[in-house]
């Protein structure tokens, strides 16, 4: 996709030819036209990218978060080929997904030396990153440092070269001013402790060395960072994905059924939040009844304005569980705005990832959802950029 | 050996990405890295995902150790005092070696891609991608 901006320049004594410069950027027009004499000069850059940032704590690139939102794109996503085996970089057809652990400016020995954990922004270059974000959305390829989480060491650089949707996923993100103004949507993936401990518990329990006791203490030794320098960011977030546990339930801590929330900011340019039954209204929805029958805990929705640190949102929520295919297109066609292609693409996309953690509750229906968001803020962009510049040259 | 139960509930059959078919169970979330549960109404298939280069298989087990290590020293560090730098800092290490440990165990079973796949294409002869034989 081309964007190109026009130039008038000095006349020169030619009439309609036509060169191109050893850089492919770039195309001369000569013409001549009545008296006046002069020359078109359209550069074109090669694309303009689009950046999204993603707030999680969940390791890098790997998350189901990601894949599925490269997956809407179309095409999987998939760690450079021939490069470092423990690189952090996905790249699929559209989409390049960069870790911003990479810009670890202290290694895990470091780290130790100075008594900081990777949640801290001392940790963190945030100078190079501004400096490579800005270059790639540009346009411009960059050699970009690889952090090593199996040796705990700063490899060697990897070339990325800018895709049409560049993607940053990580701690930070949105920490740095300059970056935050670099990103054309935010997510923050916000969990709440009491998820996040049974989420961890079924993630190390089989580990070795492992036990509730050290499950616990490493989540209440990072809570005190983490709350002074990663949970701040989402208040700047455009889309805050909050999981809680469910309230259908009574005292259920095992973290398996959810209630997650989608909160969205309004007036982001480009990004239409999601409704039910009527945007700004005041919804509780319960689908399963007669149309629908659905087993035990059931399914829960509601819709509602709010505000959210000083921002208007809109709040769709889910609790419960998915159990079968009709339950989801049930619930997709009475969920309006979207931003699907066609009837049931929600569904279709879900489907496709069954096997990934969430399909059957709010965090998978959510992450999907925000990856058509994306697509079609992406969409919008790209066709915005194109019209300005032809204006430009109306006048 | 790890192995992955990949269930979720739908009245369809359909393939997982390696193949084997799912028969419809009540979907329980992040079910996927509980290796201790209770026995499950109707048939599962389990489907053992091991690691298929040698480096891959070291990596696993590097990782693992480190582990315990590093869960070890966090207890001896914080036995001192709780709140000092030290003590979150060990924790936190032994947050990043838990979640290496568990992205490798994702794209073995989830995604059934090896990180040394397209380097041993490359390189076939090292060490590290000879196929590891359980």
């Not at chain 2, 329980?28 to 109707?42: A, C, Q, T």
């Not at chain 2, 990043?96 to 397209?118: G, Y």
């Amino acid at each position: 996709m081309a964007v190109s901006t026009i130039y008038s320049t000095q006349a020169l004594n030619s009439t309609h030819f036509f060169t191109s410069s050893s850089s492919s950027k770039q195309v001369f027009f000569y013409r001549r036209q009545n008296n006046r004499r002069f020359n078109t000069i359209i550069t074109c850059a090669a694309q303009q990218t689009v950046v999204i940032g993603l707030a999680a704590d969940s390791g890098c690139g790997k998350s189901t978060f990601m894949r599925r939102l490269t997956s809407v794109f179309g095409g999987a996503a998939e760690p450079p080929k021939g490069g470092n085996p423990d690189s952090n970089t996905l790249i699929s057809d559209m989409t390049t997904v960069i870790c911003l652990d990479d810009y670890h400016s202290l290694d895990r020995t470091g780290r130790k030396e100075k008594g900081v954990t990777a949640l801290d922004p001392r940790a963190n270059d945030f100078d190079l990153m501004y400096e490579q974000v800005k270059a790639l959305k540009s346009g411009i390829a960059v050699e970009k440092p690889i952090y090593n989480h199996v040796t705990g060491l700063l490899d060697a650089p990897e070339l990325i070269q800018p895709p049409k949707i560049l993607v940053i996923e990580g701690l930070h993100p949105m920490f740095d001013e300059r970056v935050r103004d670099l990103l054309d949507f935010s997510i923050y993936l916000d969990i709440s402790n009491e998820v996040k401990f049974a989420w961890k518990i079924q993630r190390d329990m089989a580990e070795r060395g492992h036990s509730l006791e050290s499950i616990k203490a490493s989540i209440e030794a990072r809570k005190p960072d983490f709350e002074a320098f990663i949970d701040p960011q989402k208040q700047y977030a455009d889309a805050v994905i909050e999981v809680l546990p469910t309230q259908l339930i009574p005292d259920d801590n095992e973290g398996k059924v959810l209630r997650v929330r989608l909160i969205m900011k309004e007036g982001v340019k480009y990004f239409s939040p999601v409704y039910l039954f009527d945007e700004g209204s005041t919804i509780s929805w319960i689908p399963c009844g007669r149309k629908l029958t659905c087993s035990y805990p059931g399914i829960k929705f509601n819709y509602a304005p709010d505000s959210y640190f000083d921002h208007e949102v809109s709040v769709v929520e889910m609790d419960g569980q998915f159990d079968r295919l009709d339950e989801l297109i049930y619930v997709e066609s009475h969920l309006s705005n979207l931003s699907t292609k066609f009837y049931g693409e929600v569904t279709q996309q879900m489907l496709k990832h069954a096997d990934f953690p969430g399909s059957n509750n709010g965090t998978g229906l959510f992450q999907t959802i925000v990856g058509l968001k994306i697509r079609d803020l992406y969409e919008q962009l790209i066709a915005n950029k194109a019209t300005a510049p032809a204006e430009a040259a109306k006048a | 050996m790890m192995s992955a139960t990949a269930s979720h509930g739908r009245a369809v059959m359909l393939p997982s990405p390696s193949g084997a078919l799912q028969h419809q169970q009540p979907s329980i979330g992040s079910d996927m890295f509980r290796l201790r549960r209770k026995e499950p109404r109707g048939l599962r298939l389990i489907v053992a995902a091991t690691a298929k280069y040698k480096g891959t298989k070291m990596r696993e087990e590097k990782l693992s150790e480190m582990i315990v290590e590093k869960v070890k020293e966090a207890t001896e560090v914080c036995e001192a005092d709780v709140r000092s730098e030290e003590c979150k800092v060990a924790w936190d290490e032994v947050e990043e070696v838990s979640q290496a440990r568990a992205d490798l165990r994702i794209k073995l079973k989830l995604l059934n891609q090896d990180p040394l796949e397209s380097f041993c294409q490359e390189n076939p002869e090292t060490d590290e991608c000879r196929i590891y034989e359980d």
